[in-house]
């Protein structure tokens, strides 16, 4: 990964993460469809690429451990393809 990608991820994941985070909030039960996730943040932020509310999540969830991470913080995905 080059640095270029790097600070495009970083800069992604500052628009919405948050986001991602308060539709968790919204979804105390942990379960969800990717697709509502990308329906819901595209919704507020129209402009970026369909992949990254997934992407975004997968980071969040990879760093569960980090100070990062809300300790509360579970998902269980159901794939877009069931």
Do not use: C, K, Q
Request: net charge negative; charged share 30%.
């Amino acid at each position: 990964m080059n640095d270029d990608d790097r600070a495009e991820r970083e800069r992604v994941y500052a628009r919405i993460a948050g986001i991602i985070l308060h539709f968790e909030r919204e979804h105390p039960s942990g379960t969800f469809n990717v697709e509502e996730l990308r329906e819901y943040v595209t919704a507020l932020v129209p402009d970026i690429a369909p992949d990254s509310p997934g992407r975004i999540l997968r980071l969040l969830h990879s760093n569960a451990g980090s100070t990062t991470w809300s300790s509360r913080a579970r998902f269980r995905f159901i794939s877009s393809a069931t």
